[in-house]
C-alpha cells in the first residue's frame, strides 16, 4: 500500500509558495507548515490513469481530509484553496488565483503547464452550498485550470465519496485523465504514532491538564495504550486479543479512524499510568462508554458542520412571511441518527424532519441534509462504515420510537445481522420500567420480543470467554423477561434485563443457541429451511411447542476439561418440518423430554419420568428479586432493611410472600432488629452460590430447589 507522502514525492513541488497580493481572499491560503505532530497516512490508488493531471482523493468523513490537504499543501508549497468558503462557478478557482496573488501573477501559467499545482479542499461542501448546476460549472473550470498540453498533476482535490462520485463522472465525460485514490484508516504503528502526536498537541494546548502523559512516562503510557486498545479490540472481535499487530486488518475500520483515537486520547491522559494499570475498561463498562462518547461527538461533530455550511444560507432564502424561531435544532444528533437508519436500511422518511421547519426552505433543507446524510461518517455509500456504528444504527431501528413512526417500512423488520455492541446499546436506548417486576437498583429496559434472537447473538459475539456467558428467558402470560449476565463496575457479576412487551407467543431463533436457559409457554422455532443450527453447549428450554425448521441440527456437547455441557430439550409436542440430519459431539450432549415425530431425534428421547423438575418462570424471577434485594455487609452476613424487602420488592405478590416464608421456614432468611438476614451457607449446602443470582442464569440446581420449595404447590 502507498503512502500519501510517497504520493506527494511523485507530484511538480515548487522552492517556495507564491505571494498572496490581497489578504481578503479567505477562500485561498498560503499554508506555512503541516498540523501538527501530523501522520502521515496510507493511501489505495482505485484508479490509475496514466498522465493524470488531477488527482482526486477520497475519505469519508473526519478521516483526516483537511489535515491531508493542510500537509499536501506545506510539502509541496501549493496553496490551498478552501472550496466551502469560494463562490463556486464558472471560472470560480482561476478567478480565485487572479484575486488572491495578483493579476501580474504568473502562477496560473505554471499550473496550467504542470509546474506548479492548487490544492482544493472540501468540494463536497461546495458541492452543498452551490447546487449542482453551479457545481458542474467550477469543476469544468477545475479541468481547464489543470492544463492540457503537459503529463504532470497540477490539481489536488479533497472530498467525501458521493460527492466524489459527481466529480469522476464529470472528469470521465470531459475525457480529462485523473487517478482516484482513497485515504486509508491508520495502519496501527501510524494509530500509536497518531495518539501521541495528539496528546502533544493537546499538552501544548493545555500545559494544565494531564496530556503531557506521553512524555512524562514513556514506558509506562506506552503499556497503557496498549493495554486499552487491546481491551478495545478485544470487545470489538469478540475475542482476546493480545498482539494489535496481527489483529488489526481486522481493527483498522476502527482503531485506525481518527476521530476513535482521538476519544481515546481522553482515556490515556492520566496523572500516573503505572495506577491505570490495573484498572480494566471492561470491568467497568467504560469500554461502551468510549463507544458512545465517540459516536457521540461524531454526531454533534456533522452539526456543526450543517450548521457553519447551511443555515445562513437558509436564512437569506426564508420567506418575509416565515419566521424561524429555533434553527439551533436543525440536524441535531437525532435528526441525523432517523435519517441515517432510513438510508442504511433503505427506508422511506415519511414524515418531515425536523417538524417546525418553515415551509419555504423545506425542500432546500431536505436537500442539504440527504447530502450531508450521504456523506456522513458513519456511513460509506450506505454501509456502515464499522461494527460500532452498524450496531448502534441497528439498535436505534429496533427500539427508536421516533424511527419507528418517521420510517416506512418499519425498521424493526429490518434488524438482521448484528454484532457485539447490539444488545448493550438497545438496553441503552431503550426506556426504562418500573414496576413490581423490576428489582431495586435494577436497570430493566422494555422492547419487543421480535430481537430476541438478535440480543442473544450479539450477546454471544461479545463474550471473550464463551464459559462465561449465560443467559435466561422467562415468560409467563404477558410478561417476558431475558436477564443477561453482566460484568459490572468493580468486576463483580450483575446483570442487565430486558422486559418485552406484547409478547407474541412464538420465540424464533436462527444459527445457534448456546449457554441460554428458555422456558415459556409459547411456542420456539429453530431454524429456518434449508439451514444449519446449532444447538449447545448448555442450553435448556422449557416449552409447549417446538418446531424444528433446520434441516440440519448439530449438537455441540463440548465443555471445558473433556466435561460434557449437555442440552436439554422439554415439550409438550417436538415437530420436525422436513427431512432431518442431526450430529453430535458425543453422548448425552442432547436430552429430550417429550412426544416427535422425527426419527433422527428418537436416540435423544428420555422417558418423562426422568424430566428434570420444571417450575414456572414467574417463581424464578420472584425468587431472584429476593435474594437480590440483600446487599453484603462488612464483615456481616447479607441483609437488607425489613421495610424496604417488604414494601420494594415483595409488595403485594402472594407468590413473594409464599416465598419469602419458605425460606424462613428453612432457615435460609432470618429477621433481627428491623432486618432480614441471609444465611448463604444454608443457599450452598443445597449447592446454590448466592452471587450466582446475579448471573441471571436458572440452573438445574436452583429449579431442584424451587421444586422443593413448591413441593407442596404452595407456590
Not at 469522476?168 to 484508516?185: C, D, M, P
Request: hydrophobic letters at 40%.
Amino acid at each position: 500500500m502507498e503512502n500519501l507522502q510517497v504520493l506527494a514525492r511523485q507530484l511538480p513541488r515548487c522552492d517556495r509558495p507564491p505571494m498572496i497580493q490581497d489578504e481578503s481572499v479567505q477562500a485561498l491560503r498560503i499554508v506555512s507548515g503541516p498540523p501538527t505532530g501530523y501522520v502521515w497516512p496510507d493511501i489505495e490508488t482505485l484508479i490509475a490513469a496514466e498522465d493524470a493531471r488531477i488527482i482526486v482523493i477520497v475519505a469519508a468523513g473526519a478521516v483526516g481530509k483537511s489535515s491531508a490537504a493542510t500537509a499536501l499543501a506545506s510539502y509541496l508549497n501549493w496553496p490551498l484553496v478552501d472550496a466551502a468558503k469560494a463562490q463556486v462557478g464558472s471560472y470560480s478557482l482561476s478567478g480565485l488565483l487572479h484575486d488572491a496573488l495578483g493579476f501580474e501573477s504568473n502562477y496560473l501559467a505554471e499550473v496550467s503547464r504542470g509546474r506548479a499545482g492548487v490544492i482544493v479542499d472540501a468540494l463536497d461542501e461546495a458541492h452543498l452550498k452551490a447546487g449542482t448546476l453551479n457545481f458542474g460549472a467550477f469543476l469544468d473550470n477545475i479541468r481547464k485550470v489543470a492544463g492540457a498540453s503537459h503529463r504532470a498533476t497540477s490539481i489536488v482535490v479533497f472530498s467525501r465519496p458521493d460527492t466524489a462520485e459527481i466529480v469522476q463522472l464529470a472528469l470521465a465525460e470531459s475525457n480529462t485523465k485523473f487517478k482516484l485514490v482513497r485515504i486509508s484508516y491508520f495502519a496501527y504503528n501510524q494509530a500509536c504514532n497518531y495518539l501521541t502526536a495528539q496528546l502533544n498537541r493537546l499538552s501544548d494546548e493545555h500545559p494544565e491538564r494531564n496530556y503531557n502523559v506521553a512524555a512524562r512516562h514513556p514506558v509506562a503510557y506506552a503499556q497503557l495504550r496498549e493495554k486499552r486498545m487491546c481491551e478495545i479490540a478485544s470487545s470489538l472481535l469478540g475475542r482476546q486479543v493480545d498482539d494489535l499487530a496481527k489483529a488489526w486488518p481486522e481493527l483498522a475500520g476502527f482503531l485506525g479512524y481518527a476521530p476513535v483515537l482521538s476519544v481515546l486520547c481522553e482515556y490515556l491522559a492520566v496523572s500516573n499510568p503505572h495506577k491505570e494499570l490495573s484498572y480494566s475498561l471492561s470491568a467497568t463498562n467504560q469500554a461502551q462508554g468510549i463507544l458512545l462518547q465517540i459516536i457521540e461527538n461524531l454526531l454533534t461533530r456533522e452539526q456543526l458542520k450543517f450548521h457553519d455550511q447551511v443555515i445562513s444560507k437558509l436564512r437569506s432564502e426564508l420567506s418575509v412571511a416565515d419566521e424561524w424561531p429555533d434553527p439551533v435544532v436543525a440536524y441535531s444528533p437525532h435528526e441525523q441518527t432517523v435519517r441515517l437508519v432510513g438510508r442504511f436500511l433503505r427506508l422511506d422518511l415519511v414524515t418531515e424532519q425536523p417538524a417546525l421547519l418553515p415551509a419555504s426552505i423545506r425542500p432546500q433543507y431536505d436537500s442539504a441534509a440527504t447530502q450531508f446524510t450521504a456523506d456522513h461518517p458513519f456511513l460509506s455509500g450506505t454501509e456502515a462504515v464499522n461494527v460500532v456504528f452498524r450496531d448502534y444504527l441497528l439498535a436505534k431501528a429496533a427500539v427508536d420510537r421516533d424511527c419507528h413512526l418517521t420510517l416506512r417500512p418499519d425498521p424493526r423488520r429490518a434488524v438482521s445481522n448484528v454484532g457485539p455492541f447490539f444488545y448493550r446499546f438497545v438496553h441503552y436506548f431503550a426506556p426504562p420500567v418500573d414496576d413490581e417486576w423490576s428489582d431495586r437498583e435494577e436497570d430493566v429496559a422494555v422492547i419487543s420480543d421480535r430481537i430476541v434472537n438478535q440480543l442473544l447473538d450479539s450477546y454471544g459475539q461479545a463474550q471473550v470467554d464463551p464459559a462465561e456467558a449465560s443467559t435466561t428467558y422467562a415468560q409467563f402470560g404477558d410478561l417476558a423477561l431475558l436477564i443477561i449476565n453482566e460484568i459490572v463496575e468493580g468486576g463483580e457479576r450483575g446483570s442487565i434485563v430486558f422486559r418485552f412487551m406484547d409478547s407474541s407467543g412464538v420465540l424464533e431463533f436462527h444459527g445457534r443457541l448456546s449457554r441460554v436457559f428458555i422456558i415459556t409457554d409459547g411456542g420456539i422455532v429453530i431454524g429456518t429451511r434449508d439451514s444449519r443450527f446449532l444447538l449447545g453447549p448448555q442450553v435448556t428450554i422449557h416449552c409447549d411447542e417446538l418446531d424444528i425448521q433446520a434441516s440440519d441440527l448439530s449438537i455441540d456437547g463440548r465443555g471445558t476439561n473433556g466435561h460434557v455441557l449437555s442440552s436439554t430439550i422439554h415439550a409438550e409436542s417436538i415437530r420436525v418440518i422436513g427431512k432431518l440430519t442431526v450430529h453430535s459431539s458425543g453422548a448425552g450432549a442432547l436430552k429430550i423430554y417429550g412426544e416427535t415425530n422425527s426419527p433422527a431425534l428418537r436416540p435423544y428421547i428420555r422417558p418423562l419420568c426422568e424430566a428434570p423438575s420444571h417450575v414456572s418462570a414467574s417463581q424464578y424471577v420472584d425468587f431472584r428479586a429476593i435474594l437480590k434485594a440483600f446487599r453484603q455487609r462488612a464483615a456481616n452476613l447479607p441483609s437488607v432493611y425489613g421495610e424496604l424487602l417488604e414494601k420494594r420488592i415483595v409488595k403485594n405478590s402472594v407468590t413473594r410472600k409464599r416465598i419469602l416464608e419458605r425460606l424462613i421456614a428453612q432457615g435460609v432468611i432470618f429477621q433481627a432488629s428491623g432486618h432480614y438476614y441471609l444465611r448463604t451457607n444454608r443457599l450452598a449446602e443445597r449447592g446454590i452460590n448466592w452471587h450466582s443470582m446475579f448471573d441471571g442464569a436458572l440452573t438445574p440446581v436452583v429449579t431442584n430447589f424451587l421444586a422443593e420449595l413448591n413441593k407442596d404447590n404452595c407456590l
